[in-house]
């Protein structure tokens, strides 16, 4: 009886897999990016790739849930070492850009906290200019995080509850003000709504084929982080029954939350005419979201009846607001995932595969391999920011090496998940994809975005407007790091 009141609820599953997925960015991103045309390809995403994938993720889960290795013992078993190996590399890999992004990315939310707007591009350290200046100040945040995550310190993760109760509250201030501002304008919106807008993005750069299917892998990284719901099965109350029905609830609240989100954007932000007291040229992948919740600031003031300068003084309370919560979330964050990934790399795969200095723990930390990570984070930022020609280009940069390296692993997951399913020796406690033909047509859809969106997202700026730069960066991250799993593992072999 006891054991059952410690189950998870339905409702506490969804909830679960909504806030490790949903992310605020990814609305304002995809309506700089695409518009009201962007809607079309997160309900799309949501069938054939977050239901199919999140339900492979679960019968992994389920299957090898007492394994500590997360995904490097799911694909161990059923796809041998190396694959596992180099996939779960792959994955770490992923974090690693992740770092590089915040990193630089950090100062832009510090400057909308202080400032109530994005002043980076203003920033200058020895007469350098603004990209080289951020890159100086990530890597030296590289430095103090990494120093002091060896020390043991765990204190920090109440940081992450405290941002995380604030970027919850962004959320629910944008779908109350923006519902608000409809209603005190009666109705009427700044852009405009029809058939044409949800399937032709404003943005002439989103326009052609290719750069629309470039356009899947944003809608893809929206739905990323599904895999932490691998362990949850057993721990769901009545797990055949609600666990299905609850990754569909949420795949569905979640596609709408982001549709409406979208939506709700429109309604104070005219695309062609957007920020008028911020020229296009400031705004970036990088600062957009602040931009926008000024504008939104800016817009509920009119809608209230305030003078203009009032008006602009709450849209600066609004960008400070979202500041200093996205701070405070992404400090903890990057405090939790400086290390996190990288125990799960190291503990959860075999020790041989290690040189011994790496797999050595001070404080219960693996202190030297986290020196080793700093060191790869910091050549990476030294090279996209001192390589880049502009904020914008730098931005779109470390989005799209993101993207790409948080995505690519999810295609070998599923790819692993075939040999899964055809080894009968596998304990299959909960089974979604109840035929082999079933789960095959699930991972060659999964396969198929997951694999054109990447192709897309790294050829695209090259072929569309010969930004070489940004499709070498997006594949160079996961290249670079496939082949270091393979030197490792090689080295490993031989001995």
């Known amino acids: 009886m006891s054991e059952k009141k410690k189950k998870m609820s ?4 969804i909830l679960m897999i909504f806030t490790s997925v949903f992310g605020f960015t ?17 309900l799309l995403s949501a069938v054939t790739f977050f239901l199919p994938f999140a339900f492979m993720i679960a019968e992994f889960g389920s299957a090898f849930r007492s394994a500590e290795g997360g995904i490097y013992s799911w694909m161990e078993r059923s796809s041998g070492v190396k694959y596992a190996f180099v996939v779960t590399f792959m994955w770490f890999a992923s974090y690693v850009i992740w770092q590089v992004n915040v990193g630089t990315g950090i100062w832009v939310v510090l400057s909308n906290a202080i400032f109530g707007a994005d002043k980076t591009q203003t920033w200058s350290i020895l007469g350098l200019d603004s990209v080289k200046t951020l890159g100086i100040l990530g890597i030296l945040w590289i430095i103090f995080v990494t120093y002091v995550s060896t020390k043991g310190v765990d204190k920090i993760q109440k940081i992450t509850s405290v941002g995380g109760t604030a970027v919850a509250s962004i959320n629910v201030f944008l779908f109350v003000g923006g519902i608000l501002i409809l209603i005190l304008n009666k109705g009427q919106i700044l852009e405009p709504l029809n058939a044409t807008a949800l399937v032709k993005s ?3 750069s989103y326009l052609g084929g290719l750069q629309v299917l470039s356009f899947v ?8 982080g599904i895999e932490v719901i691998g362990g949850l099965v057993d721990e769901t ?3 055949e029954r609600n666990f299905p029905r609850g990754i569909k609830i949420a795949a569905i609240v979640i596609a709408i939350g982001y549709s409406l989100g979208i939506l709700i954007f429109g309604t104070f932000t005219n695309w062609t005419f957007a920020y008028t007291e911020f020229p296009t040229e400031t705004i970036t992948l990088g600062n957009v979201s602040y931009v926008g919740m000024n504008q939104m600031g800016y ?24 500041g200093i919560s996205m701070f405070l979330a992404l400090t903890g964050a990057f405090f939790t995932l400086t290390y996190s990934p990288l125990k799960q790399l190291i503990g959860g795969t075999p020790e041989k595969l290690w040189p011994k200095s790496l797999v050595e723990q001070k404080n219960g930390m693996y202190v030297n391999a986290m020196k080793v990570q700093a060191i790869i984070v910091i050549a990476i930022m030294a090279i996209v920011s001192f390589g880049g020609d502009s904020a914008q280009q730098f931005f779109e940069i470390l989005v799209a090496m993101t993207n790409v390296s948080m995505t690519l692993p999810y295609f070998f997951i ?38 054109f969106a ?9 072929i569309s407007r010969g930004d070489y730069l940004t499709s070498i960066m997006s594949v160079a991250g996961p290249l670079i790091f496939t082949g270091l799993a393979l030197l490792m593992y090689n080295r490993a072999k031989n001995k």
């Open 10 to 13: 339905m409702k506490a599953l």
């Open 26 to 42: 990814n609305i304002t991103r995809s309506y700089y990016l695409m518009g009201y045309a962007s809607i079309p390809w997160f």
């Open 202 to 204: 404003p943005n002439p």
């Open 217 to 224: 892998v944003y809608a893809i990284f929206a739905y990323g």
């Open 237 to 239: 109350e009545d797990a």
């Open 299 to 322: 817009q509920l003031g009119l809608a209230f009846g305030m003078a203009d300068a009032a008006a602009k003084t709450v849209g600066g309370i609004v960008a400070r607001f979202m």
């Open 414 to 451: 599923a790819y692993s998940f075939l040999s899964f399913k055809k080894d009968e020796t596998i304990e299959k406690p909960f089974v979604k994809f109840k035929t082999l033909g079933s789960a095959k047509i699930g991972v060659f859809v999964v396969c198929t975005l997951v694999g």
């Open 454 to 462: 990447n192709i897309f997202t790294v050829i695209e700026p090259a």
